[in-house]
């Protein structure tokens, strides 16, 4: 989950909006016209087509995402420390890849 959250980042990053489209619309996170994400948008984009498809929010993923999150990301808000000012992309490709590797059991 965190891996594919990662690649979405990579590809378009946004503030302020849980994901955008190519025009700078807010769009739904799980959207094909989604173009950008954030941190939290992004982890919704993994979760809600599950939900919709199958019922199955999967939960247990989820969790442990958000867990490894929590050990690396100073703040209780993903949307808040997403969209500060000084925010790169960058940063959040690095919060993630550091995520990853919590649950991978190895240092970032």
Known sequence: MLAAARDLVSFGWCRYADARNGAGQR???WSTDA???SLLGALVAQTEPARLENGDLRISDLRRALGALALVLPSDSL????????RTADDV?????????Q??????
């Open 27 to 29: 769009v739904e996170p």
């Open 35 to 37: 173009t950008s994400w």
């Open 79 to 86: 949307a808040a420390w997403n969209d500060e000012p000084t």
């Open 93 to 101: 490709i690095r919060t993630l890849t550091a995520a990853i590797a």
């Open 103 to 108: 649950i991978d059991g190895r240092e970032p």
